[in-house]
């Protein structure tokens, strides 16, 4: 088995052949004017061993979760990463985890990891290959305990907030016909309180959801849609229509909108602000922007100069968002920081000499610092990464790029044959093709 890696990395070359402020930096883009942009430092957060990691998510005390691969690189476990220490957090019996989930400031880790039963389906559900039930998983101190189903046989954490509260997706016992082979089952967006799962409604006619995130208010925002075949950007069987906030009192979802397209609409991201960051196709359905929600309006953030496909994955409350944005060849990834009405590519804002390329921001916190996954450029390895801020440096709009022939804004880096081969070798890595968008 290999990890899950490149099945959402895989999305990017597919698709890219895509109100009031409560304070400042968290207002419309198109209302904004440019402020400071910070300067940042790196630090390689390392592997468990293999030569693949992914750092996802980060709370407001610094601690990292993500996943990482072990030696020889075909089993992958979640970690946490404290103090310049990473954890291997282990399984619930299977060969694998992962953390495509955030932590909260309780250091409650959220993901999914295999069981040892075998899935009586052979649904695969998690991507691991190995056919094995998958279960999501809430760990603390040293201990991993899973979360229930809504009855079906496998499920998954995506994140969890300050309260416990987690939100993901979970089988139903009820087969869906409309499902391709090998899903059997419904899979409904999910919200575990005290460990106990409820099912959150979905779009009226949708038949399949997933949430992806939560805030500390318990608002939760995902997408539903229909089944269909398995998705890399989604790591789902889903064909996501209709991207959804759920507020607590609301019977019904909120449709969030889109940007013309009529599928691949999802809310991937939500602040305590009610802000909500996400993806959603264009006209056509030929290629996804980065959006940005917040009182019934849709913007579109648009992409890097140069490039055709974006994605928005988190937001902290002062309104700073992080992702990536691609090129139309797929091969050139570059994690961005939007703040301000303003993208950045985040590799113009770190040393020049940096040894780490920055692909892919994931999670960022209420101090600004970022996380995702990066290149290690003297060895094509991906390693993740946490990015510091240090300092204000000026307007964004006139951040100088790096000098030609360094890595930055003006001079895009195609992963080299060695990495695009290991990203590969990663398939069947799960949960955040949602977040990413593609790369084969």
Same mark, same amino acid.
Not at 132 to 140: K, M, N, Y
Not at 149 to 159: H, I, K, R, S
Not at 265 to 284: C, K, T, Y
């Given at each position: 088995m290999k990890s899950r890696i490149c099945t959402w990395i895989a999305g990017i070359i597919l698709f890219a052949a895509l109100a009031t402020p409560a304070l400042l930096g968290a207002q419309e883009p198109s209302t904004?004017?440019?402020?400071?942009?910070?300067r940042y430092t790196i630090t390689d957060l390392g592997t468990l061993g293999g030569s693949f990691s992914l750092a996802?998510?980060?709370?407001d005390n610094g601690q990292i979760d993500g996943s990482s691969t072990l030696p020889g690189d075909n089993v992958v476990h979640s970690f946490l990463y404290n103090h310049g220490a990473m954890t291997d957090l282990g399984t619930l019996g299977g060969a694998n985890s992962e953390s495509f989930a955030n932590l909260n400031n309780a250091i409650q880790v959220a993901g999914a990891a295999e069981t040892s039963v075998t899935d009586p389906n052979n649904e695969n559900f998690c991507s691991f290959g190995t056919n094995?039930?998958?279960?999501?998983?809430?760990?603390?101190n040293g201990i991993m305990t899973p979360l229930s189903? @809504?009855? +079906?046989?496998?499920? %998954?954490? *995506?994140?969890i907030n300050n309260r416990g509260q987690v939100a993901g997706y979970s089988e139903t016992a009820i087969a869906d016909p409309n499902c391709p082979v090998p899903q059997v089952l419904q899979f409904r967006p999910t919200l575990w309180t005290a460990g106990q799962a409820r099912a959150l409604p979905l779009y009226p006619g949708d038949t399949e959801g997933a949430a992806f995130w939560i805030n500390n208010q318990g608002e939760t925002v995902g997408a539903s849609g229909s089944c269909a075949p398995y998705d890399p950007r989604y790591a789902l069987p889903?064909?996501?229509?209709?991207?959804?906030?759920?507020?607590?009192?609301?019977?019904q979802p909120i449709?969030?909108?889109?940007?013309?397209?009529?599928?691949?609409?999802?809310?991937?991201?939500?602040?305590?602000?009610?802000?909500?960051?996400?993806?959603?196709? @264009?006209? +056509?359905?030929?290629? %996804?922007? *980065?959006?940005?929600?917040?009182?019934?309006?849709?913007?579109d953030l648009g992409t890097l100069p140069g490039d055709v496909v974006s994605a928005a994955v988190a937001i902290?409350?002062?309104?700073?968002?992080?992702?990536?944005?691609?090129?139309?060849s797929g091969q050139n990834l570059r994690a961005f920081l939007w703040q301000n009405g303003v993208m950045v590519d985040l590799n113009t804002l770190i040393p020049a000499n940096s040894p780490l390329y920055l692909l892919h921001g994931f999670g960022i916190n209420s101090q600004g610092q970022i996380v995702g996954f990066a290149l290690q450029t003297s060895?094509?390895?991906?390693?993740?990464f946490l990015a510091t801020p240090i300092s204000a440096v000026g307007n964004l709009a006139s951040v100088s790029p790096t000098a030609e022939g360094e890595v930055g804004a003006t001079s895009k880096f195609a992963l080299p044959e060695n990495a695009r081969k290991q990203l590969q070798q990663q398939r069947g890595f799960s949960r955040l093709g949602v977040r990413l968008m593609g790369l084969q």
């Open positions: 904004i004017q440019a402020s400071q942009s910070v996802y998510g980060i709370n094995l039930i998958c279960l999501g998983f809430v760990w603390q189903t @809504l009855g +079906g046989n496998n499920g %998954q954490a *995506a994140a889903l064909q996501p229509r209709h991207a959804l906030l759920w507020r607590k009192s609301s019977v449709d969030l909108g889109n940007l013309g397209g009529k599928i691949n609409n999802a809310g991937f991201a939500i602040n305590d602000m009610e802000q909500v960051v996400g993806a959603s196709d @264009l006209p +056509g359905d030929m290629y %996804q922007h *980065a959006f940005f929600w917040h009182n019934g309006h849709m913007t902290n409350n002062k309104g700073q968002v992080t992702g990536v944005s691609i090129d139309a060895t094509g390895e991906i390693h993740g």
